[in-house]
């Protein structure tokens, strides 16, 4: 299954590791030492997009743990019949593993509906949740969406893709070819049919029992970001909010030192894990 650039993933220099669950295999990288941190990607797109954050918020002292989804690189291919909640129970299962419990469950778009349906599945293995550029309180217009399908669209040419993708996911000026590359639309598919056949929807309101992160892109028309009253209405009072500026639903190649700034510092304010021994540094 390839991707609808050049079907290569970027060197990230870290040895992946492969977890077997059943007769599914997982691929993921760790990186880092401290409080633990997994980052989800957005949908039908691979670990690679967290490389520069995962590499940041190490240095700033979390151990980060990038899961590659399922069906890119190493990872098994989602089932017929597979829904949200296994995909959540894939993270759950690396979690244990690494023993990163209780982690900070990072999703980028799309990936907030994994990190929200793990938080809700699996409580004892969550610190808090931060949803990337979500869609929480609005859902996109028709024309929108025509445009997140023609992004990865393979019988597009490149410049039919790079017009959906400056329209629905850059914002104005920003250098939308970076995205070009690095789509799997066999994985979005599957992932979307997973979403479809999630019919338990409780894992919605996170922040009723968990602290939450609304990470919001000032010129995201995909999911403008909520007012601080809307997203506690929609996901619960534990609900923080910040926006950051020039960027749109991409967010992570736009702007990522604004990312890693704002997740570190809503990330140190968090009631320390016990036994930590980072949390007075």
Same mark, same amino acid.
């Given at each position: 299954?390839?991707? %609808?650039?050049?079907?290569?993933?970027?060197?990230?220099?870290?040895?992946?590791?492969?977890?077997?669950?059943?007769?599914?295999?997982?691929?993921?990288?760790?990186?880092?030492?401290?409080?633990? #941190?997994?980052? /989800?990607?957005?949908?039908?797109? =691979?670990?690679?997009? *967290?490389?520069?954050?995962?590499?940041?918020?190490?240095?700033?002292?979390?151990?980060?743990?990038?899961?590659?989804?399922?069906?890119? =690189? =190493?990872?098994?291919?989602?089932?017929?019949?597979?829904?949200?909640?296994?995909?959540?129970?894939?993270?759950?299962?690396?979690?244990?593993?690494?023993?990163?419990?209780?982690?900070?469950?990072? =999703?980028?778009?799309?990936?907030?509906?994994?990190?929200?349906?793990?938080?809700?599945?699996?409580?004892?293995?969550?610190?808090?949740?931060?949803? #990337?550029?979500?869609?929480?309180?609005?859902?996109?217009?028709?024309? /929108?969406?025509?445009?997140? %399908?023609?992004? *990865?669209?393979?019988?597009?040419?490149?410049?039919?893709?790079?017009?959906?993708?400056?329209?629905?996911?850059?914002?104005?000026?920003?250098?939308?070819?970076?995205?070009?590359?690095?789509?799997?639309?066999? #994985?979005?598919?599957?992932?979307?049919?997973?979403?479809?056949?999630?019919?338990?929807?409780?894992?919605?309101?996170?922040?009723?029992?968990?602290?939450?992160?609304?990470?919001?892109?000032?010129?995201?028309?995909? %999911?403008?970001?909520?007012?601080?009253?809307?997203?506690?209405?929609?996901?619960?009072?534990?609900?923080?909010?910040? #926006?950051?500026?020039?960027?749109?639903?991409?967010?992570?190649?736009?702007?990522?030192?604004?990312?890693?700034?704002?997740?570190?510092?809503?990330?140190?304010?968090?009631?320390?894990?016990?036994?930590?021994?980072?949390?007075?540094?």
């Amino acid at each position: 299954m390839q991707n %609808s650039g050049n079907g290569k993933n970027k060197e990230h220099g870290l040895a992946a590791k492969v977890l077997k669950r059943g007769n599914a295999r997982i691929e993921y990288r760790t990186t880092g030492s401290g409080p633990g #941190v997994v980052l /989800i990607p957005s949908l039908g797109r =691979g670990a690679e997009d *967290f490389d520069l954050l995962a590499t940041d918020l190490a240095r700033l002292g979390y151990r980060v743990v990038q899961p590659e989804p399922r069906g890119i =690189g =190493g990872s098994s291919a989602l089932n017929k019949g597979d829904t949200l909640n296994d995909m959540a129970a894939d993270i759950a299962a690396i979690i244990e593993t690494e023993l990163l419990a209780p982690a900070v469950l990072v =999703g980028h778009a799309a990936g907030n509906w994994v990190a929200r349906v793990l938080a809700h599945d699996r409580p004892d293995l969550t610190r808090a949740v931060a949803l #990337v550029a979500a869609i929480v309180t609005r859902t996109p217009s028709d024309d /929108i969406r025509a445009s997140i %399908s023609g992004s *990865f669209d393979p019988s597009l040419s490149d410049a039919e893709r790079l017009a959906h993708l400056e329209r629905a996911y850059f914002a104005p000026g920003a250098d939308a070819r970076v995205w070009l590359d690095g789509w799997w639309p066999d #994985v979005a598919r599957l992932q979307r049919e997973a979403a479809r056949q999630t019919t338990d929807d409780n894992w919605k309101p996170v922040a009723h029992a968990h602290p939450t992160l609304y990470l919001g892109a000032a010129n995201d028309i995909i %999911s403008p970001p909520p007012t601080l009253s809307e997203l506690r209405s929609a996901i619960g009072p534990k609900a923080s909010l910040k #926006v950051i500026p020039q960027a749109g639903h991409s967010l992570l190649p736009e702007q990522p030192q604004a990312v890693t700034d704002c997740l570190h510092e809503w990330m140190s304010e968090l009631s320390p894990v016990e036994g930590d021994d980072t949390a007075d540094d």
